[in-house]
Structures are given as structure tokens and as C-alpha cells.
């Protein structure tokens, strides 16, 4: 290029100076950040000197610090095709490309650049950085660490070596690296939020908690670290000031889809339904595709008593075009035998095949099937693994863990394993792999034990419920087709239970009410109808025991819903979650549970039964009336309220009958092994005639066709 040509000055009282002079000038101006002066020189500049690739890469800075990324990279482009042996204008590409997401972009620029010039610590530390995003993490440490070496005292170099760790599950060396970041910059405000993070995941939730604190003091208008602020708080049972650090992060960010889910779900914990809704449906219109914040919509709506069954089936018509529907044309056909007595292949897919209320009722599928005619393939989601986990493995006649398997190879995976008949275990609840469903793996599909609602899903073949759960009236609104069951749930029958003690108002003098379920089940509805209750009752206590009940400001927080309706402190016993036996012996506590709605009970009532205790439900009110269901097999049907009035009238009348409730209590679990309910063995024998019925229907269809 020719640097000699000569033009007027910025000052045009100034003679003539050289390209080389005007660029100086713009220099200046741009570290003063007097952008558009900048701007205007290095225009002049490239008119009379076209090739002149340093105000042209000065050019594409100053978009960059406008945040005009689409001109910056034509200019850095422009800047690269004049001369292609310049390191920098290949990493200010990639810094450009970085901003709009095109991060395979970003990586080819700064290998360019690092091809040019091996010592540059800057081009590292970006490749590294986006690799952590990409996921290529034994790369990006590498990359970082290079940096590093080059560049000992690079502060944002030690903090991305942070992230990457902290991805790699490499908590202590990625809380080092963070605190390296800061030793060198103490005013980094991005590496004390980052160090807040990994502290959180190690379960320090203090000392994240001052790191956030210290990143927004820094930074107040920091909305990130508002938002983890509010991550950990809630970990720690702080709700109200979680709710608050999130309302802070959405007031500096309001289009922080993250802050907006996460104060969801902060909200459906604080029993806030109608708010919880607000802000799902905020996220999703942030971001149309994030799956799991309307997965949480539906489950918030199902647990909200103002709203209508009509109402959440929309929903879940709207989660299956969003989300399903597009995705189960593209499956190709199966190829399945058609053989209606051969053995059957049926996949379990889920996320709870551990301890857990869940496994209690579908396990026995697992444990005590009839290898002779079924086959039994697990797909479990669950990142942890225990003595449960042990025995299904043991059992089921396949294996796989899906915690880091996507969808679609997931989807993949069922269909080279030629499953006849696929079970979902979870529904719209927290894990699961309903997008593996849409894309219609299995000839058959079935919903199925681990939620009681159906999908609205066209893929998902049926739903399992009986005659109670989901009434004949109801099932037009559900997609799936109905398949009744003697039950809907019953209790694995290899659980050991505790010897049954004797009532306590015989020995207490009083009647203690249970209500075992999760704290998201209850509502005011419920409050004041259990005020009721107690206040109708002399001497009368409730016991509230749920593992929600973590610190003593959710008691707090339980307990002021009952003052509000007179209830003292007195009448109120509030325990959390203790190891499975001991939350057993817990039933020997109370003499009647009390079940909440709309959303009810299904494994607290089973335990419940078989403790000896009978429950008292409001099937009017319910959704899905699980526990109807369950009383009715059990012979209880005197227990299923028709509505708030009857539920209220029930819970006197029975707490005065201290006869009725001891002889209950010697004869429940007796009635309750007898039953389909507790005897695994016939129930499972029940299910699997079932699928053998269902996968008849479907090779009958299929040979037929092929005809």
C-alpha cells in the first residue's frame, strides 16, 4: 500500500499530512473513546488509500464497541482479503463472531490467527473460551493453559480456565483458577460470580453467596450474578430474597429469559401458582424453544386450584405444536416382527430409577417381570445411582444410562434396540425425555406411572389410569387413548414397612391429622380448609412432614398461612425429610392423613394405607383422583369426599369415632397385601396381559396392512 498519500487534516487550518499522521490521530481519539471522530479519519483515510488495513481493522473496532458486529465483520473480511498474513484481524473476526452466536466461526479465526502468530495469548484465550461453550472442554484447557503460560498475569485467561474446569466437574482447581483471576484483578466482577458458581456446586452456599454479593458490589448492574445470587439463596431455603435477587436481575435484564425461569420456579416452591405462570410463560415468550420452562408451565397449572381442566389440556396442546408435533413426521417406518406371541421388547424411559416416590410404583415392572415374554430395557436419566439402582439393573434385561445422551440419539438408540412397546415414566415433571417420544421410536407408546395427566402428545400412543383416575366423562379431552388398569399405581411390595403401633388418640387423648405430601401441593384453599378442620376439633393437631421444610424459614413461611386463619404454633407439627424408615414410623404419628387437591396424593396414600392410616381426599376437587382410586380398591370409598363441604363434614364426624379408626387401624394392612394394591406379583401379571393385548392390536394392524 502507498502510506505516502497526503491529505488535509482533521484541522483544516493544518497542512497536509500523511495517511500514517492521520491514523495516529485516529488512535487518539479512539482510546479517548471519541468513536465517531475516530470513525470519520479512518473513512478519509481508506478513500484516498483503500488498502490501508490498519484504519480498516481500526474501522471494524469501533462497530465492535457499537455493538455493529454485522459491519464489523465485513470490515475485518475486507481488512483479511487486502493482506491474510495479519494474527490480528483474524482475532478481532473471531471476537465479532463471537457476539452473534457463531462460535464454529470463532474457532476457525483464532486458529487462523494462532497459525499466524504461536505466541498469542489473547487468540488462546478466546479458542479456549468457546470450546468450553462448545463443549470441547480437554481442548479449551489446553488452549487456556497455553495462554496462560504466555501470559502469566491474564486475569480473563485464569477465569475461562475457571469455566472450563468447572464444566469438567474439576470444582477445587476451577475455584483456584477463579481466585487467581481475582488475586490479579480484585475488581473482577465476572470471577467472583464465576467462583460464587462453582462454590454453589460444591454445596458452600455461604461463601457463594459473599463471592455474588461481592460481584454486584462491584458491578450493581451485574444481572448475572443477581440471578446466581438468587440460585444460591434459594438453595438455602431464603425464598423471598431469592424471589428478589431475580426481580432485580429481570429490572437490570428484562429479557433474562434465565432470572424469568428461575423465579418460576422459586415462585411454584413459595406456592405463588398465579406469579409462577406469569413468569414461565414470560421465558417462553423470551425464548420459544426452552422446553423445560414449559414443561414447568404445565406442571405449575396442574397444581393451580383456579384453574380448569379445559384449561391445562390447552396447554399441553400448545407444548405438543411448539415442541413434538414438528419432530414425528421425520420417523421412518418400523420394522418390528409382527408376531403376536413372541417375547415383547418394552423400554422403561425415565429419570427416578432410584429411591425415590416413583420408583415405589413402577419398579416392580422391572423387578418381577416374566422374563419368558418380555424383554425389559431401562433407560434411566437419573446422574445418581443407589441401592434401587442396583436391583433394576440387576433385573432389567438391558441398561443404559441417558443423563448424556441427546434426544435424537436417544430416539436412535430405542429404535436399533427394536423396542415393541416404550413406557414414559415421567411426564412433564422435572428429566423428562418427552421430545425422544414426539420422535415416535417405538410402534407403541404409553404414558404411564410416574404422572397421572396425559401429553396431548399424537405420538404418545395411551395412557394408563382405571375408571376413578380418569372418569369416562373426561377422556374426549385426553389424546392419548385411556387403558385401564385394576389401578392406576400400586406399591412395590418388597418395601419394608415398620410394625404398626396403636393409635394415637388413644393414648394421646387428641387426633393428630397427617399431610405428607410436597409443600407445591398445598394452596390457600387447603389452609383454611384444614383451619377448619382444627378449629372445628378441640385439641386437634396437624403434622406437616415434607422434605420442602429445610429451614426455619420455611416453617415460618408454613406457619404464618395458618396463623392467618387462627391456628396457633401449638396445633401445628412441622418435621422435614428423614431416611425412608424412619419417615415410615412417622405414619405411627398421626390417626387420619389428609390428602390436598387439586393435585392429590399417590405414593403418601398408598404408604399411608398400609401404615394403617386411612385418608381422607376430596375426589370432587381433584384433577386426577388417585387416591379415590386407591380408597376404592381398599374398600374405603366412605373416605372420598364429593366436595370442600363434605371433605370438612368427613374429617369431624370421623375424628369422633375412635372406634371406626382402631379397628382401621388393625385391619388396613391386611386388606391393603391383599388388594392389587399390595401385592406386586398379581399386579404386574395384570400390566404385562395389557401389553401382550396391545401389541396384538398392533401386529393384527400391521398384517392387515401388509396384506
Known sequence: MNEMNHFQSSNNNQPLITVDEAYKQAITHFESKRYTEADQICTAIIQVAPKYTKAINLLGVIAQKLNRHDIAIDLFHKAINIDNSIALFYYNLGTSLYPLGQRDGVVKAQQRAIEIQPNYSEA?????????????????????????SLQPEYAEAHCNLGNALKEQGQLDAAITSYQKAIEIKPEFAAAHSNLGIALT???????????????????????????????????????????????KAIEIKPEFAEAHYNLGNTLTEHGRLDAAITSYQKTIEIKPDCVVAHNNLIFCIDLNSNINTDLFQTERENWNKQHAEKLRFSCPDFHNNPNPKRKIKIGYVGADFIRHSASDIFSPMILRHNPKQFETYCYAGNTQEDDITTQL???STHWLSTSNIDDIALSEKIREDGIDILIDLSGHTKGNRLLTFARKPAPIQIMAWGYPH????????????????IPMSERKKYSEK????????????????????????????????????RIIKYNNTIYTLWSDILHRIPNAKLLIKTADLTSQKRIEEVQNYFKKHGITQNQLIMMGS????????????????????PHNGGTTTLESLRMGVPVLTCEGKTRCPISASILHVIGLDNW???????????????????????NLRHQLRNRFDESVLGNSELYVKNVEDVYRQLWKKWCEGRNLHQK
Open 124 to 148: 488462546y484465550n478466546s479458542l479456549g473460551n468457546v470450546q468450553t461453550e462448545l463443549g470441547m472442554l480437554e481442548e479449551a484447557i489446553v488452549n487456556l493453559q497455553k495462554s496462560i
Open 201 to 247: 456446586k460444591q454445596g458452600l452456599l455461604d461463601a457463594a453467596i459473599t463471592s455474588y454479593q461481592k460481584a454486584i458490589e462491584i458491578k450493581p448492574g451485574f444481572a448475572d450474578a443477581h440471578c446466581n445470587l438468587g440460585n444460591a439463596l434459594k438453595e438455602q431455603g431464603q425464598l423471598d430474597a431469592a424471589i428478589t435477587s431475580y426481580q
Open 393 to 395: 439393573k440387576k433385573k
Open 454 to 469: 396425559g401429553t396431548k402428545m399424537t405420538a404418545m400412543d395411551y395412557l394408563f389410569a382405571d375408571p376413578i383416575s
Open 482 to 517: 385411556v387403558v385401564d388398569l385394576p389401578c392406576v399405581i400400586h406399591l412395590n411390595s418388597n418395601i419394608h414397612f415398620p410394625e404398626i403401633e396403636k393409635l394415637p388418640a388413644s393414648q394421646k387423648g387428641y387426633i393428630t391429622f397427617g399431610a405428607f405430601n
Open 578 to 597: 428423614t431416611p425412608k424408615q424412619e419417615h415410615l414410623k412417622t405414619y405411627n404419628k398421626i390417626d387420619i392423613m389428609l390428602d390436598p387437591f
Open 640 to 662: 372420598r369426599a364429593k366436595n370442600e363441604e363434605d371433605y370438612l363434614h368427613k374429617a369431624v364426624e370421623f375424628a369422633k369415632d375412635i372406634v371406626m379408626l382402631k
